[in-house]
T-cell receptor, first 112, second 111 residues
Framework: GENVEQHPSTLSVQEGDSAVIKCTYS??????FPWYKQELGKGPQLIID?????GEKKDQRIAVTLNKTAKHFSLHITETQPEDSAVYFC???????????FGTGTKLQVIP | DAGVIQSPRHEVTEMGQEVTLRCKPI?????LFWYRQTMMRGLELLIY????????DSGMPEDRFSAKMPNASFSTLKIQPSEPRDSAVYFC?????????FGQGTRLTVV
């Protein structure tokens, strides 16, 4: 089955700096890569996703890049703000969402 | 829509008791997922349904766990008998195309 590794497990940045979270996956058939943000006491919420026919996708301060050859993808958050503090999960799957495998999560702390 | 609704939000039970977690998916969504989240194992998919039919239950840890979806607007996850190692946050999620929407979760503590 799919195996997703995520690094780092914790990340502290100063407000305004950029944050980068990296994930690798094992199944070459995976073609759907969502990123979720989980705030304390809440369920994960999709913030951005990318499919294998696209190498990069941006949404305001958030961007995701995908390298299918190397089987890795990354989340980039620019101009970080305190409200970006949360746990971020990457995931990988094939087909639709139906069976994605989640990474272990990155706890991001943005220091004001 | 109010989103995915789970109940109860918190459950404390004694070892050996039966526990039932409930989920109401977003209206119109045809996929429903049950996840378990722990510090040690992260987010694990337990089972998912499509159009009320269980498609993959390979993530269900033991026969003590069972899930049902009697109709499009309701699902249950039952643990019988419960054990302390079942303590975790259990999430229900639903989807239509791609994006899955998660509920707030049920924090289960088995003492």
């Amino acid at each position: 089955g799919e195996n997703v590794e995520q690094h780092p497990s914790t990340l502290s940045v100063q407000e305004g700096d950029s944050a980068v979270i990296k994930c690798t996956y094992s199944d070459s058939a995976s073609n759907y890569f969502p990123w979720y943000k989980q705030e304390l006491g809440k369920g994960p919420q999709l913030i951005i996703d990318i499919r294998s026919n696209v190498g990069e996708k941006k949404d305001q301060r958030i961007a995701v890049t995908l390298n299918k050859t190397a089987k890795h993808f990354s989340l980039h958050i620019t101009e970080t703000q305190p409200e970006d503090s949360a746990v971020y999960f990457c995931a990988a799957g094939s087909g639709g969402y139906q069976k994605v495998t989640f990474g272990t999560g990155t706890k991001l702390q943005v220091i004001p | 829509d109010a989103g995915v609704i789970q109940s109860p939000r918190h459950e404390v039970t004694e070892m050996g008791q039966e526990v039932t977690l409930r989920c109401k998916p977003i209206s119109g969504h045809d996929y429903l997922f049950w996840y378990r989240q722990t510090m040690m194992r992260g987010l694990e998919l337990l089972i998912y349904f499509n159009n009320n039919v269980p498609i993959d239950d390979s993530g269900m840890p033991e026969d003590r766990f069972s899930a049902k979806m009697p109709n499009a607007s309701f699902s249950t996850l039952k643990i019988q008998p419960s054990e302390p190692r079942d303590s975790a946050v259990y999430f229900c999620a639903s989807s239509l195309w791609g994006e899955a929407f998660f509920g707030q979760g049920t924090r289960l503590t088995v003492v």
